[in-house]
């Protein structure tokens, strides 16, 4: 199984990117997508997690901007970031936890290579 995001860049304070990270891979089922990212020297936060449900879950400083989304069929997770911060500089991680190969089979974490955010004038 192989996580690879794409959609990071270089954008202004204000402008708006959007994340993708779609699971490759012989894979029955993928409980909770998430997006994580790490700033310099700082530890790797959760930003935004969706369940296979749709329901939904925002650290409180990206409450409003982020939007994070999932197509269950593709196995594919979004992030639409709006009104970027400076402080939104990062790289982003995405994460699929409670993969299953199949039907009963165990379960398995996977994380992608990440995608580098940076907002600056």
């Known amino acids: 199984v192989q996580l690879v995001e794409s959609g990071g860049g270089l954008v202004q304070p204000g402008g708006s990117l959007r994340l993708s990270c779609a699971a490759s891979?012989?894979?029955?089922?993928?409980?909770?997508m998430a997006w994580y990212r790490q700033a310099p020297g700082k530890e790797r936060e959760l930003v935004a997690t969706?369940?296979?449900?749709?329901?939904?879950y925002y650290r409180d400083s990206v409450k409003g901007r982020f939007t994070i989304s999932r197509d269950n069929g593709k196995n594919t997770v979004y992030l639409q970031i709006n009104s970027l911060k400076p402080e939104d500089t990062a790289v982003y991680y995405c994460?699929?936890?409670?993969?299953?190969?199949?039907?009963?089979?165990?379960?398995?974490?996977?994380w992608g290579q990440g995608t580098q955010v940076t907002v600056s004038s």
């Open positions: 994460n699929a936890d409670g993969v299953r190969l199949e039907r009963f089979g165990r379960l398995y974490v996977y």
């Open positions: 891979g012989s894979i029955f089922s993928i409980d909770a």
């Open positions: 969706i369940t296979s449900t749709g329901s939904s």
